[in-house]
T-cell receptor, first 114, second 114 residues
Framework: AQTVTQSQPEMSVQEAETVTLSCTYD???????LFWYKQPPSRQMILVIR??????QNATENRFSVNFQKAAKSFSLKISDSQLGDTAMYFCAFMNSGNTPLVFGKGTRLSVIA | ETGVTQSPTHLIKTRGQQVTLRCSSQSGHNTVSWYQQALGQGPQFIFQYYREEENGRGNFPPRFSGLQFPNYSSELNVNALELDDSALYLC?????????????FGPGTRLTVT
């Protein structure tokens, strides 16, 4: 079974600084998808960024980018120019190819400090 | 485009009672997945419905059951409630035709069992 590990329960960063959240996963599959979701206090789970395993290029969405290391099974999220609105729980998630369920890590609570 | 909605927002039940949670999928989506998120944890997959049929189930007992209707909305039913069923219940809709089968989440239903 696939597993996702987030080793940083809590992190904090100063506004405008850069922070990196770590995620490792375990799978025997060669084709899969990885996601970072943000869950603010409002509880709504919001997709931040996705990465297809067959793509070597790291995904980027505005201030958010990933460092995808397939051989190491590592998928970290970098947030640049952190904003107060980035304060939230961040979940790393894995999906096999196909219409299959997401497997989530336990999350990292990120606090952006003014 | 209408997003994923869930009802009720929160509710309180007594141990042993039964509860029904509802989810309306995003327009055009034919798959609904249900997740349980205990406090301080990542979401755990309960089951998925695709075109009104159960299409996968996580490690949850049979007292967790569901339905999907012709309009692709869905219900999660939990019988004989236990204290450990207290959690945030999230539904997510998706469609095999979308890029990377991205799942769009609703705001969740907070269930408290006393």
């Amino acid at each position: 079974a696939q597993t996702v590990t987030q080793s940083q329960p809590e992190m904090s960063v100063q506004e405008a600084e850069t922070v990196t959240l770590s995620c490792t996963y375990d799978t025997s599959e060669s084709n899969y998808y990885l996601f970072w979701y943000k869950q603010p206090p409002s509880r709504q789970m919001i997709l931040v960024i996705r990465q297809e395993a067959y793509k070597q290029q790291n995904a980027t969405e505005n201030r958010f980018s990933v460092n995808f290391q397939k051989a190491a099974k590592s998928f970290s999220l970098k947030i640049s120019d952190s904003q107060l609105g980035d304060t939230a729980m961040y979940f790393c998630a894995f999906m096999n190819s196909g219409n299959t369920p997401l497997v989530f890590g336990k999350g990292t609570r990120l606090s952006v400090i003014a | 485009e209408t997003g994923v909605t869930q009802s009720p927002t929160h509710l309180i039940k007594t141990r042993g009672q039964q509860v029904t949670l509802r989810c309306s999928s995003q327009s055009g989506h034919n798959t609904v997945s249900w997740y349980q998120q205990a406090l301080g944890q990542g979401p755990q997959f309960i089951f998925q419905y695709y075109r009104e049929e159960e299409n996968g189930r996580g490690n949850f007992p049979p007292r967790f059951s569901g339905l999907q209707f012709p309009n692709y909305s869905s219900e999660l039913n939990v019988n004989a409630l236990e204290l450990d069923d207290s959690a945030l219940y999230l539904c997510a809709s998706s469609s095999p035709g979308t890029v990377s089968y991205e799942q769009y989440f609703g705001p969740g239903t907070r269930l408290t069992v006393t």
